[in-house]
């Protein structure tokens, strides 16, 4: 296959220009909606709360917006094909899957990750500025995003695998994708504890309780001693397998289902 076949600059500058020009109420709207709400929580809570002292008291805010709006935003992908016909004429029109994957994958991924923050920006300058003007004092600015402690990275760690997994939803459900896709991830994850805890009871016997007590896969707490003094001791997987674990949700999880939603997109039909 050619190259122009998968991707073409001209082509898919064509097909952004379309899909905006087809989509433009609603990104439009949206972006008002998340803007709107991102100004309006912390005036409201600086107007009838009383001040806000510290910027990490509204740090709930800014996750709760970030990790729901973008899984929200990225569950809508591939929507056109909910529907007999406009499946057929999305997948009709004159651009390549990759084309339009890598479309919804930079508007749902890039494109909301950077206006998000630009409205957090005025959220919080929105806020002080209150701040100042009624209780004559600034916020204080003690929460730095990217690091003040360098950990706080692996939340948007976290952030781009659910993108993944929701982007990976959108190519399987069509209709009510956000719910279902969050249903099945619980339902994996419920799966996964239940089959560590199946591990722990084989391993330390059933009637311990020793499976209710675990980080799955991770650690386990074993209550230890007796009959007058008990103890827990904590039972960590080696430093070598938390490294391993730590590469894979850092540099793998995410690229992985990214792929494997290609080739479903690819591979989808009507």
Known sequence: MQTENIFSPTRMQSYLRKHFTDHYRFYILGMLTVFLVMICIPLFMVTFGGRIQRLTNIMPIYYIGLFLGGTWLTSRSFSELSGKESGM???MIPASRFEKFLTFFLISLVGYFVFF??????????ANLADVRI??????MDFSLFSDPDEKIYVYYGYLLLQAIFLLGATYYHKYTFAKTLLTLIVFLVALAALNSLFVACLFGANSGTWKQTIPFLMISKLEGGPVYWHQTAYVIPEWLQHTYLFIFRFLLAPVLWLIAY????????
Request: glycine share 0%; charged share 30%; with cysteine.
């Open 89 to 91: 004429d999305f997948l």
């Open 117 to 126: 923050h630009i409205c957090w920006y005025a959220a919080v300058q929105v």
């Open 135 to 140: 209780y004559k004092e600034p916020m204080d």
């Open 263 to 270: 080739v479903r997109f690819k591979d989808q039909e009507i």
